[in-house]
């Protein structure tokens, strides 16, 4: 219940009386209602809860009890607009991940305002039990990947190592992976989010793997490299010091207040002295919780975003050359008062296979 009043202080703050979630992450994240259909209104007129008889027994088992379930008989979109015009709700703010249909039906019952990150701007700030299930997700992320290790090897495909991954992913827990699983080598490395391939992985290969697992709804996000070894690999390996050098600064450049793009600039202005800037083109780090990518995002573009209390981030620069491959190192860090705890913990010093 602290989650929607907190969303009422956002709320009153933007004079917003009353306000429709369609987002499922959102009203998951408020509610606790897990399947694939439901609406939340959070009003000064009460909170409802609105899906279809499908899911009635699974909301009256998940959904906060102060929330009250409501069960939309025929055409949901009407019942809902009848409901809230007769309980006197004439004007309505809705999340902007609206789609235009929905938008136009409702705009002939509510004078509508579409607004924007209202409750992702609150999920920033992780509590403990969503640290509970992102530790979870970085533990079962860890093991899956000490069980495969020993495949990371001269002659697998990508598309195998994956496969593998995923599979230990689920052994460990986790209902699915936390998204596609990269798995790329040699020059398909040089390619940021590279679909797993039926490449062999060849001597002298760098390969990069990005993965995450899943904890109630909860993700991790991480990032390691590795080199195959062979000849004519003296620059594979500087750049891998390079970027890992990066991500080490770039961590210890985290403190409580400071501008989150202060940790962008450390990360990029190394690998811009080593001479790789123009290689280095995606943003230092995203928030990770819910969704995979969300509020806060380390960028250099984020200009008056500060480091707060709570934050989970990722940390993960990178450097990719065209026909020759590609290094990306991401942690995921815990803002805990005036510590900074790196929650993922594998080895990332340069390990050649």
């Excluded at 279809?52 to 906060?64: A, G, I, P, T, W």
């Excluded at 929330?67 to 809705?94: P, Q, Y």
């Excluded at 798995?183 to 989010?193: D, E, F, Q």
Aim: glycine share 8%.
């Amino acid at each position: 219940m602290n989650r929607i009043i907190n969303l009422k202080e956002s709320m009153y703050k933007r004079r917003t009386n009353a306000f429709l979630i369609l987002n499922l992450r959102n009203i998951y994240y408020l509610t606790g209602f897990s399947g694939s259909s439901g609406w939340l209104v959070v009003s000064n007129r009460g909170d409802f809860f609105f899906t279809d008889f499908r899911y009635k027994e699974q909301s009256l088992r998940e959904v906060n009890r102060d929330v009250e379930i409501v069960i939309c008989k025929g055409d949901c979109i009407k019942f809902i607009a009848e409901f809230l015009n007769n309980i006197g709700i004439k004007k309505l703010s809705i999340e902007d991940c609206v789609s235009y249909k929905t938008y136009n039906r409702l705009s002939k019952s509510f004078a509508l305002r579409p607004v924007n990150d209202i409750v992702e701007q609150i999920r920033t700030i992780k509590d403990n039990e969503e640290l509970v299930n992102i530790r979870q997700a970085v533990t079962r992320a860890e093991d899956a990947f000490r069980e495969i290790k020993g495949w990371i090897k001269e002659g697998i495909t990508e598309a195998s190592l994956a496969r593998r991954l995923d599979d230990a992913i689920r052994t460990t827990g986790s209902k699915n992976p936390a998204f596609d699983t990269i798995v790329a080598s040699g020059i398909n490395a040089a390619l940021p989010h590279a679909t797993p391939s039926q490449k062999q992985m060849q001597s002298g290969d760098l390969v990069v793997i990005d993965w995450g697992a899943e904890s109630n709804g909860y993700f991790s996000d991480m990032t390691r490299a590795f080199l195959i070894n062979g000849s004519n690999i003296e620059k594979k390996i500087e750049i891998y010091n390079i970027v890992l050098s990066a991500n080490i600064a770039a961590i210890s450049s985290i403190s409580i207040n400071a501008l989150i793009k202060t940790i962008d600039k450390t990360a990029r202005d190394i690998i811009k002295h080593a001479g790789y800037g123009e290689y280095f083109g995606h943003g230092t780090g995203h928030g990770v919780g819910l969704d995979i990518h969300e509020k806060p995002t380390v960028s250099q573009y984020s200009k008056h975003i500060k480091v707060t209390h709570g934050m989970v981030f990722t940390v993960e620069p990178g450097i990719y050359l065209p026909n020759v491959g590609g290094v990306r190192i991401e942690d995921m860090v815990l803002i805990r008062g005036d510590s900074i705890e790196t929650l993922t913990s594998l080895n990332k010093e340069l390990e050649i296979k």
